[in-house]
């Protein structure tokens, strides 16, 4: 298969709608979405990400108008986040309707739904004229993608159109919300920070991914954001026996002289440029690298949550 390039929504949006699969810019990561009705374009995407089937994916939206092909209901908790936070980095997850595919929902009686923000993404969700389910736009367990340049590294000749964009903004993926129960369940932590929810839900609270609700967002699961070199967390008292063979990221600066180091100049953009850097660390053949722990709170805290799971770390 001939992966085609091109910077014109309308004519990504073609592929959709002929039942391809297509990478495309978001605000949070790059996704790979497919027709939400269309069940064999679904599986195109498990396939091409060697994606297990039981992990959900998200349904992303053009407009207000489409939750209501997808969800059942809208719950009064989802609909006050709505109204503050769509567009942008949020998932629901909401009581799926039942025309909606079991391969979508990983066979849940739910479904995420997410609008970007992303003025690309908008305006390809628009072109294609229905809901588009999209996970990441990586190799399933590879560092997600931040750059078109990063999925054509991944999906080359497995997908047929990459749509390409600026890089990310945000460069993690949405924060997951359950919307389902009797409070707000946060399933994965994101750019929309606990701090920022718990504002329009008091009673908000983060799920214990160890418990079966934390099933009903994808990223939860599995290793998830892995490169090939060791990720190692450390920090400040900690003492590094191999920097000139190893990388570093963090926002502190470290005495030693790593072969590959990369000092943020925020904890915003450490979250930006962590799987970039994860990823070009893999390029240079980089064994190990040091990931400087975030403070959990705001977006470190989402931050901490990837830097974890990359380092194979299955407990807080």
Not at 158 to 187: H, Q, Y
């Amino acid at each position: 298969m001939k992966t085609e390039l091109t910077d014109n929504p309308i004519v990504a949006a073609e592929y959709i709608k002929n039942g391809g699969v297509v990478a495309f810019p978001t605000e949070t990561v790059y996704g790979l979405g497919a027709d939400i009705f269309n069940r064999t374009a679904i599986g195109k995407v498990f396939t091409a990400k060697g994606r297990p089937p039981d992990n959900p994916l998200i349904a992303h939206i053009a407009d207000y108008s489409q939750i209501n092909l997808l969800a059942e209901e809208i719950p009064e908790m989802a609909r006050k986040l709505i109204a503050v936070f769509f567009p942008g980095p949020l998932t629901l997850v909401l009581p799926k309707r039942e025309e909606i595919s079991m391969l979508a929902s990983a066979g849940m009686p739910t479904i995420g739904v997410r609008m970007p923000s992303d003025p690309t993404a908008r305006e390809f969700l628009s072109a294609c004229g229905v809901p588009v389910v999209a996970p990441s736009a990586n190799l399933s367990g590879r560092p997600s993608p931040t750059s078109w340049r990063a999925v054509l590294e991944d999906l080359d000749g497995r997908i047929e159109c990459i749509l390409r964009g600026p890089d990310t903004k945000i460069g993690l993926e949405s924060t997951v919300v359950d919307c389902t129960g009797k409070r707000a369940l946060i399933l994965r932590q994101g750019a929309v920070t606990l701090e920022e929810i718990q504002k329009i839900l008091p009673d908000a609270v983060i799920a214990d991914s160890s418990q079966p609700e934390a099933a009903r967002s994808p990223g939860t699961k599995y290793r998830h954001y892995a490169p090939h070199a060791k990720v190692v967390l450390t920090g400040p008292g900690d003492v590094i026996a191999d920097p000139g063979s190893s990388a570093y990221i963090g926002t502190e600066v470290r005495p030693e002289a790593f072969r590959l180091a990369l000092v943020c100049s925020s904890v915003d953009e450490y979250a930006a440029r962590f799987f970039e850097f994860l990823r070009e660390c893999d390029r240079r053949g980089i064994a190990t690298i040091y990931c400087q722990k975030p403070a959990k709170e705001g977006i470190g805290r989402a931050l901490f949550d990837r830097l974890r799971r990359s380092a194979g770390i299955t407990d807080g």
